[in-house]
């Protein structure tokens, strides 16, 4: 019991320790322009605070918005695994674009 607790810990750390490429990666495949890839690259690497909206690209209707506003300290590899929970969902669609207030 406790040896699958110890590796259950390791596959979280070694998760944790890949958010960031993982979330490029994920960036990179998203049906964006290059214009969106390099905003939502730049929120992780300069852990920027605003409000991350997916939006329809040709009526501009909200279809869903992550406040990163009051995320207080918050790490790269957190923010990253957060934001690639939030935009995994934009996978396969194609038609979204993405908006970030600051």
């Known amino acids: 019991m406790a040896l699958n607790r ?4 390791i596959a979280q ?3 944790y320790d890949s958010s960031v490429e993982d979330y490029n990666t994920l960036v990179s495949e998203l049906p964006l322009t290059d214009r969106e ?3 939502l690259i730049s929120i992780v690497e300069k852990q920027r605070r605003g409000v991350l909206a997916i939006l ?6 909200k279809v869903d918005e992550i406040d990163l506003a009051d995320s207080g300290e918050i790490s790269q590899e957190e923010l990253a695994m957060k934001l ?4 995994s969902r934009m996978a396969g669609f194609r038609g979204l674009a993405i908006e970030f207030s600051s």
């Open 6 to 9: 110890v590796v259950d810990l």
């Open 13 to 15: 750390q070694e998760k």
């Open 37 to 39: 890839k390099n905003v």
């Open 56 to 61: 329809i690209h040709k009526t501009s209707t």
């Open 84 to 87: 690639s929970s939030f935009l």
